[in-house]
């Protein structure tokens, strides 16, 4: 049986992010081979007769190498109910400042520290 309309649109947003050069580095292969293989896999990507199977393999290739879509972490500030210390600077802040947590750090930060 061929590939359904879902699977079809699925590998062709696969396709639009996927890492090429990702794929090249986890893969260990020259990138004459990593070109072939991947034009081999988009043609028949783009072939809706492809089967289902094949197609399921397909979307699990292309899955895993995708590139990584950065995220704008915005801070979230609260209000400390203890006294305690600065992770980044082991100074002390008192309680009703302005903190943040870091996970860089390991601990909650002051808000004035940026």
């Given amino acids: 049986m061929k590939m359904t ?3 079809y649109k699925y590998l062709q947003d696969l396709i639009k ?3 090429f050069e990702n794929y090249r580095r986890m893969e260990l292969i020259d990138e004459f081979t990593a070109r072939k293989i991947v034009e081999r896999c988009k043609k028949e990507a783009e072939n809706r007769e492809t089967s289902k199977k ?3 393999e397909l979307i699990d290739m ?3 190498y995708q590139k990584r879509l950065t ?6 500030y609260i209000r400390a109910k203890y006294d305690g210390f600065d ?4 100074e002390p802040f008192k309680a009703g400042e302005l903190i943040f947590y870091s996970d860089v ?5 002051r808000a004035d520290n940026y």
Avoid at 71 to 76: F, G, I, P, S
Avoid at 105 to 109: E, F, I, N
């Fill in 54 to 56: 094949r197609a399921s």
């Fill in 87 to 90: 992770a980044e600077t082991g």
């Fill in 105 to 109: 750090h390991g601990g909650y930060c």
């Fill in 5 to 7: 309309d879902k699977q």
């Fill in 71 to 76: 995220r704008n972490y915005e801070v979230k």
């Fill in 62 to 64: 292309f899955k895993k």
């Fill in 17 to 19: 992010n996927f890492d």
